[in-house]
């Protein structure tokens, strides 16, 4: 179901997923890779994070998700994707994590979050055919001594 997900995301927002959420690359590492500016790579991830969550909802959903939320309740989700790319400040983060505590559905959403990226960063990695994997490290490399100058 987790690839199923990602697969269906539009390229750009899938681009972007794997290579931070599945390699484990930076922001700054993913923007010079797809050409991009960071601010654009976490705007995707942002997305994709969420449509992927979305996708996987009725695998992870929880009772005290079923029911609708109040009209109180922030975007638990985005919050902590941008929480994840540090992104949001003190204040925020304690703002949201004092939600979270009292607010059962925000609290399973952000489980179901937590989930999904667990399963990113545990699924393997594509079987790529030699002279393309030589080719895309010889790109990635590229693109990170280019970064560091």
Do not use: N, T, W
């Not at 959420?21 to 922001?27: C, I, K, Q, R």
């Amino acid at each position: 179901m987790l690839e199923e997900a990602i697969l269906e995301l539009d390229p750009i927002y899938r681009e972007v997923l794997l290579l931070r959420d599945v390699e484990g690359l930076s922001a700054v590492e993913v923007a010079q890779v797809v050409g991009a500016s960071v601010d654009a790579v976490k705007s995707r991830l942002h997305r994709a994070r969420a449509l992927v969550r979305l996708r996987l909802a009725p695998l992870l959903r929880s009772e005290s998700e079923a029911r609708s939320a109040g009209e109180a309740c922030p975007d638990v989700v985005e919050l902590l994707s941008r929480h994840l790319e540090h992104e949001i400040g003190s204040e925020v983060c304690r703002e949201m994590e004092g939600h979270v505590a009292r607010c059962a559905h925000c609290a399973s959403r952000c489980d179901s979050l937590r989930k999904v990226l667990a399963l990113c960063e545990a699924a393997p990695l594509p079987q790529l055919a030699p002279e393309l994997k030589h080719a895309l490290k010889a790109q990635m490399s590229a693109a990170l001594v280019e970064l560091r100058r």
